[in-house]
T-cell receptor, first 116, second 109 residues
Framework: EAGVAQSPRYKIIEKRQSVAFWCNPI?????LYWYQQILGQGPKLLIQ????????DSQLPKDRFSAERLKGVDSTLKIQPAKLEDSAVYLC??????????????FGQGTRLTVV | AQRVTQPEKLLSVFKGAPVELKCNYS??????LFWYVQYSRQRLQLLLR??SRESIKGFTADLNKGETSFHLKKPFAQEEDSAMYYC???????????FGTGTRLTIIP
């Protein structure tokens, strides 16, 4: 099956600018995750969607970050305005809806953001 | 709240020696535990899951609910095992997937 697609792969912006990342999950996967991975740290969950509804966004800095998953398929993550500390790899992952069986999350290649 | 702790950021092991990557978790309930691996220049991918009780690439992990641990083990390390390893926990019902900080495993030839 096709994997999780993310674009762009790399992005360099100046602080206070805006940026958007796009994710296309595996077809049919109900759950979509956005993670932030700062160099040397583990992935930190920013937001989790179940279809087009938000399940968890407790760690999303809502003053500058926003995400949407229209029609329960593709998703975009936006940062406006960006700060230096937002430099990280942004990972998108998807998994099938839990049906009583163990389900794994499949990850995209990530978008490496550098804020200068 | 769910939390995953990997106490070792770096681990170096000689080829052929046993490997153990530690993982402890905190969760009220019965979680699903996973080990994910990221090889150089590749995406994060699932290595194994506790419910399958399987051995992948010679690695095994046993869920110890009493000690709330899910350590990853391999009896004889190989050079291709060098990678970043992340322990992860998924809450049953909420499906929130939480990662540890990771351990960079380096196999010395």
């Amino acid at each position: 099956e096709a994997g999780v697609a993310q674009s762009p792969r790399y992005k360099i912006i100046e602080k206070r600018q805006s940026v958007a990342f796009w994710c296309n999950p595996i077809s049919g996967h109900a759950t979509l995750y956005w993670y932030q991975q700062i160099l040397g740290q583990g992935p930190k969950l920013l937001i989790q969607f179940q279809n087009n509804g938000v399940v968890d966004d407790s760690q999303l800095p809502k003053d500058r970050f926003s995400a949407e998953r229209l029609k329960g398929v593709d998703s975009t993550l936006k940062i406006q305005p960006a700060k230096l500390e937002d430099s990280a790899v942004y990972l998108c992952a998807s998994s099938p809806r839990f049906d009583g069986l163990n389900t794994e999350a499949f990850f995209g290649q990530g978008t490496r953001l550098t804020v200068v | 709240a769910q939390r995953v702790t990997q106490p070792e950021k770096l681990l170096s092991v000689f080829k052929g020696a046993p490997v153990e990557l530690k993982c402890n978790y905190s969760y009220s309930g019965s979680p699903e535990l996973f080990w994910y691996v990221q090889y150089s220049r590749q995406r994060l991918q699932l290595l194994l899951r506790h419910i399958s009780r399987e051995s992948i690439k010679g690695f095994t992990a046993d869920l110890n609910k009493g000690e709330t641990s899910f350590h990853l083990k391999k009896p004889f390390a190989q050079e291709e095992d060098s990678a970043m390893y992340y322990c992860a926990l998924k809450g049953i019902g909420n499906e929130k997937l939480t990662f540890g900080t990771g351990t960079r495993l380096t196999i010395i030839p």
